[in-house]
């Protein structure tokens, strides 16, 4: 989505003065997340994302991975074929992160 827009405001002349910046985080330690678990990265703290999202936004970045190198599992999973990626993915545990996701409580 971001990139189609990006592709739009450079086809009508924007681009010089509208920016865009994506941003891909991990888990966040937010109550949206709760009981997620991970085994390969550390859920991100708040305050973290929040530093990474307003220094991208003032350099114009125009995609924010988080953490920083996350962009090597992006490679990875495109140089790799389906079934290994897969296996991959269950090693790091990837695929049952959200096991134990409970979301946050909902307001009576």
């Known amino acids: ?32 997340f709760a009981g997620v678990q991970s085994k390969a990265m550390s859920i991100l703290e708040p305050e973290y994302v929040a530093d990474g999202v307003v220094g991208a936004t003032l350099t114009n970045k125009e995609v924010l991975l988080l953490p920083w190198w996350s962009f090597m599992l992006v490679v990875i999973k495109a ?30």
């Open 1 to 32: 989505l971001d990139e189609s827009f990006r592709v739009e405001m450079f086809v009508q002349g924007h681009a010089d003065y509208i920016k865009t910046t994506v941003v891909c985080p991990y888990f966040i330690s937010t109550g949206m």
């Open 79 to 108: 140089v790799t074929p389906e079934p290994g990626s897969m296996r991959l993915g269950q090693a790091l545990g990837f695929n049952c992160s959200m096991d134990q996701f409970q979301g946050r409580e909902r307001r009576g």
